[in-house]
């Protein structure tokens, strides 16, 4: 569950005031917006990367207002999938796992889950550098999921593909959200990806998030940002 109450931020001269906004346990949301709306603040504010000013984030009932990015649990993947291109596909997967001190046979164990499950097994010794625009964005969301987090937030993640690379990664992220019940807010602009993925769909634009129709939610409710 993702919940901010009354949330403010502040970016420089950019300024977001009174964001409510719920994202239930287990669901895949999407928040729209052209650029330069906010979308990409209040996923830094929600994973602790900028700090809010006023209002209340909770993460599966926790208060993390306060808290550091680590002491959160959050899978964070932002728009250009920050790969540590130096190392391997391989050491890019257990990095979160390595720092946590995990034991190095639940390291190779865990890796090898993942890399199963987002179809990265063959590529696992390869260099970052040499990847595909889809390869990057599949090793981003594994180095991610990696640490079995149960809040995953997207930052535009499918903005540098191409149509038939987005529409297999559309397919293997909702694969990837049922099978790990990740709880998911995905950032796009685009409608269509959105209408693909979301349970529950938000917008912000001109100082508004509302909270839009889709198939699994009758009808609407109105947040306003002041």
Known sequence: MIRMSDVSVRAGAFRLSGVDLLVPSGQYAVLMGKTGSGKSTLLEAICGLKPIAQGRIELNGVDVSGMGPALRCVGYVPQDGALFSTMSVRDNLAFALEIRHMPNRAVE???GEI???????DLLHRAIPGLSGGERQRVALGRALAFQPPVLLLDEPLSAVDEDTRENLCRLLKSVQQT??????HVTHNRAEAERLAAVRFHIADGRVDALPSPTVCGSTTNTVR
């Open 115 to 121: 890399a199963e499950l987002l179809g990265l097994s």
């Open 109 to 111: 164990a865990r890796v």
């Open 180 to 185: 790990t019940n990740t709880t998911v807010l």
